[in-house]
């Protein structure tokens, strides 16, 4: 099983390195982190730097992932990922993304009709792409799947493990990283947030933009 | 806030990312990833490869960080980390571990007498360091807080945040990063897992050892 997960300047970590702590332990699983130009990425916060191939150096994975990060939402996007993107989709066994890394698979054309999810911030977004957008943490449709913000990656590549490995083996992994969640506030989505808590955020979010 | 994470050989990416995700965040945060030569470091899997600075590059961090991996139970681990840890932990606000990284500041010495925590699998590794290992998620003992194995981190750094800025801070983080976990099994910890389920992962730990 050949994955790739494909970074550009900005990305956000958790996106990319939930699916990747799960999906390359799946049995016999390969996987690259792949970039336009290839070389060392910075993520959002400007704190870390991961090595990347170029794209070609992945022309055909089984499973592509694409993380968001607050650049993924711009018309300035790569024109060259967009093409590799649509092109691993044609042949992938499984099209992923991670908060808004659904607006690339959106802005890629992959999204029209079809039901998907995104970081709560960027719902409106994602439905300008023709998506169906359903306040789900983890959307399946055929071969596409997305997840909600940052951390619904853990979700949705466990849950994409279980489809591609069985379950027992999604288990497996989820039990090597301990993944058994006691986050000791409530207020990871905006259903359960204060409303000064949201708005917060959304001023941080704005700035950071 | 000058954070800290001290990588090394065939770390676990999970055990770093989580804490960086969340600390990163807090207001006036700068963070740095370093290890004993510096330079790009590969994970546990062999997949994913980040840029470090030398560990005198962040001679005294006020958060330091140890996250886990394969390599952190063995008696190769390089005796210029250890002196690291030692010499951070004198003078950091906060010395956390995520998973195996406990066996780290264990081996420094810094957890005699001390309550912690690490990976399920490594209880007995960590209690010949003289900790008083508990079976929780989270321990906090003065200035020292443990993490369970890989995932556990996210919540170690959401309380950390928590009592650093204060709960409105550490929700706002939540929220940003949509940690309102859904994992798609109840295998995330061993008092859950099905018994071959244990079974095949400590099978898996001793491959990989």
Partial sequence: MKIAIALFPRFTATDAIGPYEILSRLP???????????????SDTGFLQV??????AAPAPEILVVPGGPTAATPVRDPRLLDWVRAAHNTSQWTASVC???LILGAAGLLRGCPATTHWSDVDQLAGYGADVLPQRVVFAGKIVTAAGVS?????ALALAGRI??????MAIQLGIEYDPQPPYDAGCVRKAPAPIRALVEQRMRQAG
Same sequence: chains 1, 2.
């Fill in 28 to 42: 016999g699983a390969t996987l690259q982190f792949v970039s336009a130009d290839g070389g060392i990425l910075t």
């Fill in 51 to 56: 090595v990347t191939e170029p794209l070609d």
């Fill in 100 to 102: 808004t890394g659904a």
């Fill in 152 to 156: 619904a990656g853990f979700d949705m």
């Fill in 165 to 170: 490995s069985g379950d027992a083996a999604a």
